[in-house]
């Protein structure tokens, strides 16, 4: 027995299901979103406002797509010639252009042809896409046009070269960093803007002149700078030279963490960060409320206040475990403490100066550090290797003339002169000789390293060179992972290829004082014996 059917109701036949319908947006007419304002939720008001938006946006695409054809198409049924025309004369070749005023400002900034191309294009543009590129364009426009506007101003500009009595005149110091301006744009393009009345030599003479009471050089050391940078590159050196580098700390890593030190110097107050990443032991301070020699971890040597630019050869030397070390010229002890923390208290570090004042500055630095590997003495360096032999390692940060670091010592501005560099020159390369000499060849090592704080290639390049002839030693890669290579060419003199693996640091290009390291390698202890010692000319 089964339910009783009934005939006589129609039978409605289902659809499609809600998933295979395809549904079309649901209108909805300004009266009845305000009837429904209230009915709706937030979200649901969203969503209509966004069905709405696109649906406009579309709209106003497909008329934009019909405005841009026609316009197309009103140029390529444009008569060929029409001598009664507004447009002017036109081009009586078949398939030219046609040449047209702009009638609007708004018809002026299309052009047909991005218009061919890009309507396309900008039919899948969101408006805002439209806007911004619409606006790069007039950006562009705007520079270019400003450059062009610039180039007629300096074309049209021409420096006057002051007279005698101009120069002797007191001029203020505004007045004298325009004419340095002036002079570097004038020798910068000197074909353009010189004076055909009056040579190059003059410009650099007057040049001379202004930097030096500038920047209060003496001529000797303006002119051995003029010969190593370029002017631009000049005045950029100069300007950094007057600002002191930041305060910059190492971690002592026999004694603390570099992150446990930075976390206990922060809770005293000290705002810093990490040097960079080509060193973890290193911290730059920007400020501090209590003075940075004076914390109680400074008294617990869990720190050293240390230049960034003394951590570059002590990097490059390499130090291992249980090996014999030599640093010639230690006073006060940050390079020394840091191969020593490289070594981590073993092996045996000689710590050598020849001043004892300096020497007790070293004493105080390791006790307070902690470093118990070394042996201090104090020997005059060029007489090492008579007294001791053998390491697998030697540093010799010689004594310079400190051209790199103006910044900390101004008097180098006034003080240095050709005596003092050629007294510097000599110094460092009887020292280079025996810091080679009191190598081991047949060490696993036998690397020196040598370094200066200045950046002239008389006491860098040159005495590198002048070592190659005399010893059986190469130049090596120093292993940083920054700074610009050294000297192959300098103005007359040509030093080995080899000396491109040098590195330079310079204050406006590293941030750091001015700075140079040599990595050399010994092949042989025999010291080669020649009739003549030939040395560099000019030092």
């Known amino acids: 027995m089964g339910r009783k059917a009934k005939f006589d109701e129609k039978i409605v036949p289902s659809g499609p299901g809600r998933k295979t319908k395809k549904q079309k947006d649901p209108v909805f007419s300004k009266e009845l979103i305000e009837k429904a304002d209230k009915k709706l939720s937030h979200k649901q008001k969203q969503r209509a406002r966004k069905r709405q938006a696109k649906r406009t946006e579309r709209e106003e695409r497909k008329n934009e797509s019909r405005v841009k054809k026609a316009k197309i198409e009103d140029c390529d049924e444009a008569p060929e010639t029409d001598s009664d025309s507004e447009d002017g004369p036109v081009s009586s070749q078949p398939g030219a252009f046609v040449l047209r005023k702009p009638s609007s400002s708004s018809e002026s900034e299309e052009d047909p042809e991005e218009d061919a191309e890009g309507s396309t294009d900008e039919t899948d543009l969101l408006p805002i896409e439209r806007e911004s590129k619409k606006l790069k364009a007039k950006m562009s426009e705007d520079a270019a046009l400003e450059a062009a506007e610039t180039s007629e101003m300096v074309s049209q500009c021409v420096f006057e070269f002051p007279s005698e009595s101009e120069l002797q005149e007191t001029t203020s110091i505004k007045d004298i960093q325009n004419r340095i301006k002036d002079v570097v744009m004038v020798l910068n393009d000197f074909k353009r803007f010189r004076d055909v009345n009056r040579p190059r030599s003059d410009y650099l003479n007057l040049l001379k002149s202004d930097l030096c009471t500038y920047y209060s050089y003496n001529l000797f050391l303006i002119e051995k700078l003029m010969q190593i940078f370029s002017l631009s590159e000049l005045l950029e050196f100069l300007e950094a030279s007057e600002v002191q580098r930041p305060m910059t700390i190492r971690t002592n890593t026999l004694r603390t963490r ?15 960060d990490p040097i960079g990443k080509w060193t973890k032991v290193g911290l730059v301070v920007y400020s501090s ?17 240390q230049g960034a630019s003394s951590f570059l050869p002590v990097m490059a030397l390499e130090p291992k475990e249980n090996e014999r070390i030599l640093d010639m010229c230690a006073a006060p002890g940050g390079k020394s403490s840091h191969i020593a923390a490289l070594m ?5 570090l000689f710590s050598n100066d020849v001043n004892q004042d300096r020497v007790k500055a070293v004493i105080g630095n390791f006790h307070r550090l902690g470093i ?15 007294v001791i032999k053998g390491f697998d390692r030697v540093l010799l940060d010689a004594p310079c003339t400190g051209t790199g670091v ?13 005596v003092d560099v050629q007294r510097c020159c000599t110094l460092q390369r009887e020292l280079l000789l025996a810091a080679i000499d009191a190598v081991n060849a047949k060490s696993e090592a036998g690397v020196i390293v040598y370094s200066t704080c200045s950046i002239l290639p008389e006491e860098n390049e040159w005495i590198v060179d002048y070592a190659l002839k005399k010893r059986d030693v190469k130049v090596v890669p120093t292993g940083l992972e920054f700074g610009e290579e050294g000297f192959v060419n300098y103005r007359q003199h040509r030093f080995h290829p080899s000396l491109k693996l040098t590195r330079r640091f310079y204050p406006h290009v590293h941030n750091m004082d001015g700075f140079f390291v040599a990595k050399l390698k010994k092949f042989s202890n025999i010291i080669p014996k020649k009739a003549e010692e030939s040395q560099p000319e000019g030092v």
Not at 299 to 304: D, P, Q, T
Not at 344 to 348: D, F, L, P, Q, S
């Open 258 to 272: 570099r992150r446990d030190l930075a976390q206990a110097l922060i809770n005293r107050g000290v705002n810093l």
């Open 289 to 305: 409320q209590v003075p940075m020699g004076a914390t109680p971890e400074y008294l617990a040597g869990h720190y050293i206040l």
């Open 344 to 348: 981590k208290n073993t092996g045996v």
């Open 372 to 386: 118990v590997n070394s042996v201090i003495c104090c020997h005059d360096g060029r007489k090492i290797p008579g």
């Open 406 to 418: 103006v910044a900390k010592d101004p008097s180098v501005k006034t003080n240095k002169d050709e």
